[in-house]
């Protein structure tokens, strides 16, 4: 697992697909801390996080297209598959080498809360409570994706799968303002992502909410496994 990690984590900034994405991360997210440096309450720096979330999910497809529709397109699996070596540890070399790279961006804006101190005094609980809600909200995409790339030889295939569902995410978080009906309100909110991390927005480490990403996260790198495993056998 730890020479997957290291070749697929290399791999990202050894073409432009790990510079854009931090790039376009870290953009947003500087606009978005300037809108809450401006109103000088830290009470506001968890827009930073909540406002990131829709472009988090139709930027991590950057991330997640190539983990395994590049290798499948040129081949280069069939050593991995064909050798008698476990699935699992090659699969959460990849997933954890894209889940490093959101990671990291995410971290940086911790920068943003030393600024924001200069200022105010902003509560650092609920800054942590934001990152960690932000990257299980991040680990649980990218195990999507990842799933969609082990279905198919085509980045772009993957990208818009995955693309497609991420808008599909956003779009549903916008039925709740669309109605009154308490149950259709309280259904999305319980399968929305964004519904599922406004605790930790709070600063609140909801369990239940938790629980949801880390299921979610661990049933999509089953069945990338079970993906690669029927590879194997057929």
Excluded: H
Excluded at 33 to 46: K, M
Excluded at 79 to 97: A, R
Excluded at 155 to 162: D, L, P, Y
Aim: aromatic share 18%; with cysteine; glycine share 6%.
């Amino acid at each position: 697992m730890k020479a997957i990690y290291k070749r697929e984590l290399g791999a990202y900034f050894r073409s432009p697909t790990g510079y854009v994405f931090c790039a376009i991360y870290l953009f947003f997210s500087a606009m978005y801390f300037n809108s809450v440096l401006s109103t000088g309450q830290s009470s506001e720096f968890p827009r930073i996080y909540y406002g990131m979330l829709s472009f988090i999910l139709l930027m991590l497809p950057l991330l997640t297209m190539r983990l395994f529709s590049e290798e499948r397109k040129y081949k280069t699996d069939q050593v991995l598959l064909t050798s008698p070596v476990n699935i699992t540890p090659l699969v959460m070399g990849k997933f954890l080498s894209a889940l490093t790279v959101y990671f990291g961006c995410t971290l940086f804006t911790l920068i943003y809360a030393a600024v924001f101190s200069f200022f105010v005094s902003p509560s650092w609980p609920l800054v942590i409570g934001n990152i960690f809600g932000a990257t299980l909200f991040g680990a649980a995409f990218i195990a999507v994706g990842m799933f969609i790339s082990s279905m198919t030889e085509s980045q772009f295939v993957a990208a818009m799968g995955s693309f497609s569902i991420a808008t599909v995410f956003v779009i549903l978080d916008v039925i709740p303002l669309r109605t009154s009906n308490e149950f259709i309100i309280k259904l999305v909110n319980n399968i929305s992502f964004v519904g599922r991390y406004t605790p930790f927005k709070n600063g609140i480490l909801d369990l239940s909410s938790i629980v949801f990403f880390l299921s979610i996260t661990a049933a999509f790198i089953f069945l990338t496994v079970r993906v690669l495993e029927k590879r194997r056998w057929s």
